[in-house]
């Protein structure tokens, strides 16, 4: 679909496809055929650059029709665009693109929830590169002050952003040690491990507390060209690669 | 009328009492703050339903992105904080996470324009209808009295989508009629005339209606109108007002660049083109002082309201 676009953040959205899909048909409590069905579980793509892995797993899902993927993936008149709305696509929980914001969403909903009582569990994927944005930091205070143990948070940590490797462009790092001090129950995981994944991602929050995963990905992960190579950030694809792609990664 | 600086009970006491009426009548109803709670009273309504009130410190981005996340689950959110950083630090959270998706969220400004003297620029709101105003679907109010505002918050309230109130902390004479309706949208004309046309919006309304009592003394009868809403702005009642009267003065505690005189220009250039003046701050910071002072400074007195029309009128009879 990024092929056809020419456009389309590949390589974050090949680092989480894994951590995508453990959430989605092993965790979450989603029915593709009530996308609206008051008790879901959401996830807020805080990373919202990564879109299009998002839209393949919902398509995946049945929350839509697999043929929108390559009809209206960045098309003017199309619904999937490359940051994603809320408004226009099932199974999308926050229109998101602008980083920082998606992850306070994400403790509003977890409020919310409790708030509501509602058996609701919220999680927010982000990015590595979006540890940098003051707003993160905001959030994360307000979930543990607040004691949203019903919030998960997933990083996942590609070590790569638009401008280069993220420990060269801004360390964000130690973060464990910086979730742990904003009151936060802290796990890390192999993100390409769906095993590993499952696991870590089924066990409950401490009482009180919100919890992130830090999952160590590879960006573009797969595609033996793109892997750990921060220039897959956002790209169009030239003919050779988009067909090295398919072969690097087994698909017709 | 006197001043504005104390005496009677001020619009933001008047606010803490609002949002804890609304808040028995709208029971999705749900109170966001940042650390500002005891200066915009909002503190009333966190006594009144604490379970209600979400404290989340000074970080006015997060509070507007949490307000989004809130809405999704069907509560509806009111942020009650400072204009200034409501509108300016968390512009971009106002623009994509609420009004992108067209949120249920209410945004609400206190402290609107100069009306925080003593703490100067800093905190004073000058150009939040500017931003308010630019960002796709979202509705902008501002109240000329307390019944007004009170009516203003039921409107937002039970309306769908995102909506921007700003509240001046100081008090605001009573103007509206004892029978008077907000409607959304709709710009209240509270005094006839066909000379000149003043448009006022929030504190400066009061102002505008002594303006128009000096110009009676001299005989000129000046049409005062409410401009409550903001956005959208009411085309059809200005349009119709500078028809008859010829001229159009605006006058707001605001920036004159982006506010009130700017939507009313808007209007007038493309359907009823009339000469017009605007008062209000022209491409400067607020100061810091006495309110009295600083309003006359920016030209916010009723004398200079009424010169103003008196200056416009014999330059066209002369």
């Known amino acids: 679909?990024?092929?056809?676009?020419?456009?389309?953040?590949?390589?974050?959205?090949?680092?989480?496809?894994?951590?995508?899909?453990?959430?989605?048909?092993?965790?979450?409590?989603?029915?593709?055929?009530?996308?609206?069905?008051?008790?879901?579980?959401?996830?807020?793509?805080?990373?919202?650059?990564?879109?299009?892995?998002?839209?393949?797993?919902?398509?995946?899902?049945?929350?839509?029709?697999?043929k929108l993927l390559f009809e209206e993936f960045i098309r003017t008149h199309g619904r999937l665009s490359e940051h994603p709305d809320m408004q226009a696509v099932p199974g999308v929980e926050m229109s998101t693109g602008s980083l920082g914001q998606g992850i306070s969403a994400a403790v509003g909903m977890a409020w919310a929830a409790r708030h509501q009582r509602k058996p609701v569990k919220v999680y927010a994927i982000m990015g590595c590169g979006e540890q940098q944005e003051g707003q993160v930091w905001?959030?994360?205070?307000?979930?543990?002050?607040?004691?949203?143990?019903?919030?998960?948070?997933?990083?996942?940590?590609?070590?790569?952003?638009?401008?280069?490797?993220?420990?060269?462009?801004?360390?964000?790092?130690?973060?464990?040690?910086?979730?742990?001090?904003?009151?936060?129950?802290?796990?890390?995981?192999?993100?390409?491990?769906?095993?590993?994944?499952?696991?870590?991602?089924?066990?409950?929050?401490?009482?009180?507390?919100?919890?992130v995963i830090i999952a160590k990905t590879v960006k573009g992960k797969g595609v033996s060209f793109m892997e750990g190579d921060f220039h897959f950030h956002a790209t169009s694809l030239t003919r050779e690669q988009y067909e090295q792609a398919l072969i690097d990664t087994g698909s017709e | 009328m006197g001043s504005h600086a104390g005496?009677?009970?001020g619009m933001r006491d008047e606010w803490g009492g609002i949002l804890t009426r609304a808040g028995q009548k709208f029971e999705k109803m749900v109170v966001l703050d940042a650390d500002v709670s005891p200066a915009t009273r909002a503190k009333k309504f966190a006594e009144a339903f604490p379970d209600r009130f979400l404290q989340l410190g000074c970080s006015e981005q997060n509070v507007v992105s949490v307000a989004a996340g809130i809405s999704t689950?069907?509560?509806?959110?009111?942020?009650?904080?400072?204009?200034?950083?409501?509108?300016?630090?968390?512009?971009?959270?106002?623009?994509?996470?609420?009004?992108?998706?067209?949120?249920?969220?209410?945004?609400?400004?206190?402290?609107?324009?100069?009306?925080?003297?003593?703490?100067?620029?800093?905190?004073?709101?000058i150009d939040d209808v500017n931003i308010m105003r630019?960002?796709?679907?979202?509705?902008?109010?501002?109240?000329?009295?307390?019944?007004?505002?009170?009516?203003?918050?039921?409107?937002?309230?039970?309306?769908?989508?995102?909506?921007?109130?700003?509240?001046?902390?100081?008090?605001?004479?009573?103007?509206?009629?004892?029978?008077y309706q907000f409607q959304m949208g709709k710009a209240p004309t509270l005094r006839e005339g066909g000379d000149v046309t003043v448009l006022g919006s929030g504190l400066t309304?009061?102002?505008?209606?002594?303006?128009?009592?000096?110009?009676?003394?001299?005989?000129?009868?000046?049409?005062?109108?409410?401009?409550?809403?903001?956005?959208?702005?009411?085309?059809?009642?200005?349009?119709?007002?500078?028809?008859?009267?010829?001229?159009?003065?605006?006058?707001?505690?605001?920036s004159i660049i982006g506010g009130v005189g700017s939507a009313a220009a808007e209007v007038l250039v493309e359907q009823c083109p009339v000469p017009m003046h605007r008062v209000g701050i022209n491409d400067s910071f607020g100061k810091s002082g006495l309110l009295d002072n600083i309003l006359k400074n920016f030209g916010l007195t009723p004398d200079n309201i009424a010169s103003r029309c008196e200056q416009f009128l014999a330059g066209v009879r002369s």
Not at chain 2, 97 to 125: D, E, F, I, M, R
Not at chain 2, 209 to 235: C, F, H, M, R, W
Not at chain 2, 238 to 246: D, H, L, P, Q, R
């Open chain 2, 134 to 179: 630019g960002m796709p679907g979202m509705v902008v109010m501002e109240a000329a009295d307390a019944v007004e505002l009170e009516q203003i918050m039921e409107a937002s309230l039970e309306y769908t989508g995102p909506t921007y109130v700003r509240i001046v902390r100081c008090p605001c004479p009573r103007v509206v009629p004892d029978d």
């Open chain 1, 1 to 66: 679909m990024v092929w056809r676009a020419g456009s389309g953040h590949i390589g974050g959205s090949l680092s989480m496809v894994e951590i995508v899909l453990v959430l989605y048909h092993c965790i979450m409590k989603v029915d593709p055929q009530r996308p609206d069905s008051e008790d879901r579980d959401r996830l807020v793509l805080s990373k919202g650059h990564s879109a299009a892995c998002l839209y393949a797993v919902l398509a995946e899902m049945g929350f839509f029709d697999r």
């Open chain 2, 7 to 9: 005496g009677v009970s």
């Open chain 1, 138 to 211: 905001e959030a994360a205070m307000a979930a543990a002050h607040h004691r949203l143990d019903n919030l998960v948070a997933i990083v996942d940590f590609n070590n790569a952003q638009v401008s280069g490797n993220t420990s060269d462009v801004m360390n964000p790092q130690p973060l464990p040690e910086k979730y742990r001090a904003f009151g936060w129950d802290v796990d890390e995981v192999d993100g390409h491990d769906i095993g590993g994944l499952a696991q870590m991602l089924q066990k409950a929050n401490p009482a009180e507390k919100p919890r």
């Open chain 2, 73 to 125: 689950m069907g509560l509806i959110p009111v942020t009650s904080m400072f204009a200034c950083f409501l509108s300016k630090r968390a512009a971009d959270q106002v623009a994509i996470s609420v009004a992108l998706s067209h949120l249920n969220v209410k945004l609400c400004g206190s402290y609107a324009g100069l009306t925080t003297p003593n703490t100067g620029p800093t905190h004073q709101s």
């Open chain 2, 205 to 254: 309304v009061s102002m505008c209606l002594q303006a128009a009592d000096i110009l009676a003394g001299k005989g000129i009868a000046a049409e005062v109108i409410n401009i409550s809403t903001i956005k959208p702005i009411d085309a059809e009642a200005i349009a119709a007002s500078a028809a008859k009267t010829g001229f159009v003065l605006t006058v707001e505690n605001h």
